[in-house]
């Protein structure tokens, strides 16, 4: 049973433009969200998070939105550059679980120059 | 500050082997999670110590099993290994545990078992 899923295996998108990264979770305890970016023989890097208060959260080129009735988030990329490339992961705690995050499967994105 | 240290970064074993991985976690964290990558089910929670105790254990079979030291650092071992047990090993570590939490990885021990 996936608790979370990314339902788009890959992602490609022009230099420039804007980047949806979407995940949906099942298990209403999840209060807290993560997003990770991920190069090929390298460990996941935190990228931003959000907590459940929250419906939005913003730094820098990335946002991510949390819709809690959908139990949806979705991570955005403005502009998207090359360097973006890379495979995503979104993760979810439930409160007072510790450091046990739920990954999502990961969406491939490549970015076009 | 140095990040996550993991040592090996690659290993070979064969059916039936045991098998110990390494973990230096970030200077002053103290909580250590390791996780498993394989292609068919992505990345799933192994374990979590914090204060050299486990604090939550993911759904793995007890042939896998980790400690933590004095000094934060960590090791996990599997027994008898099988050939789904080939895959990238991750350690995360982090200031405390729960609280919303940021984890660090490491960049992970490749495990193929022949």
């Known amino acids: 049973d996936q608790q979370v899923k990314q339902n788009s295996p890959s992602l490609s998108v022009q230099e420039g433009r804007i980047s949806i990264l979407n995940c949906d979770y099942t298990?209403?305890?999840?209060?807290?969200f993560l997003w990770y970016k991920k190069y090929p023989a390298e460990g996941p890097t935190f990228l931003i998070s959000?907590?459940?208060?929250?419906d939005k959260n913003e730094d820098g080129r990335f946002t991510v939105f949390l819709n809690k009735s959908a139990k949806h988030l979705s991570l955005h990329i403005v502009p998207s550059q090359p360097g973006d490339s890379a495979v995503y992961f979104c993760?979810?705690?439930?409160?007072?679980?510790?450091?046990?995050?739920?990954f999502g499967g990961g969406t491939r994105l490549m970015v076009k120059p | 500050k140095a990040g996550v240290t993991q040592t090996p970064r690659y290993l070979i074993k064969t059916r039936g082997q045991q098998v110990t991985l390494s973990c230096s976690p970030i200077?002053?964290?103290?909580?250590v999670s390791w996780y498993q990558q394989t292609p068919g089910q992505g990345l799933q929670f192994l374990f979590e110590?914090?204060?050299?105790?486990?604090?939550n254990k993911g759904n793995f079979p007890g042939r896998f099993s980790g400690r933590q030291f004095s000094n934060s650092r960590s090791e996990m071992n599997v027994s008898t290994l099988e050939l789904g047990d080939s895959a990238l090993y991750l350690c995360?570590?982090?200031?405390?545990?729960?609280?919303?939490?940021?984890?660090?990885f490491g960049s992970g021990t490749q495990l193929s078992v022949l």
């Open positions: 298990n209403s305890m999840f209060d807290y």
């Open positions: 110590y914090f204060s050299e105790t486990q604090r």
């Open positions: 959000i907590s459940s208060i929250k």
């Open positions: 995360a570590s982090s200031l405390r545990t729960g609280g919303n939490e940021k984890l660090f």
């Open positions: 993760a979810a705690s439930p409160n007072n679980a510790g450091n046990m995050l739920t």
């Open positions: 200077s002053g964290h103290r909580s």
